[in-house]
Nanobody
């Protein structure tokens, strides 16, 4: 059974940085992609960044140049380095894994950017 557990969220001032981690366990072999999505109150969940098993990345326009997604296939872990954070980045960030026709989600971790 697949389980995704996020960590690293918290409160940070504008311009600061956070590093989110997502540890996957269970049958995660041959997942095509892992990634991060965020959701603001009253809004739909939106893609932030994804990364495939081969290392191909995709970013939302709003985070290009500020966020970096990485993945350790051996550990089954995906990371999101978030730099130059702005209040607009405030959201719950969810880890995602997709493969073999199945989509999995973590429980989410809160990121709040405020002065």
């Amino acid at each position: 059974q697949v389980q995704l557990v996020e960590s690293g969220g918290g409160l940070v001032q504008p311009g600061g940085s956070l590093r989110l981690s997502c540890a996957a366990s269970g049958n995660i072999f041959n997942f095509y992609s892992m990634g991060w999505y965020h959701q603001r109150p009253g809004k739909q969940r939106e893609l932030v960044a994804t990364i495939t098993t081969s290392g191909h990345t995709n970013y939302a326009d709003s985070v290009k140049g500020r966020f970096t997604i990485t993945r350790d296939n051996a550990k089954g872990t995906v990371y999101l380095q978030m730099n130059s954070l702005q209040p607009e980045d405030t959201a719950v960030y969810y880890c995602n894994a997709y493969g073999a026709g199945q989509n999995y989600w973590g429980q989410g971790t809160q990121v709040t950017v405020s002065s």
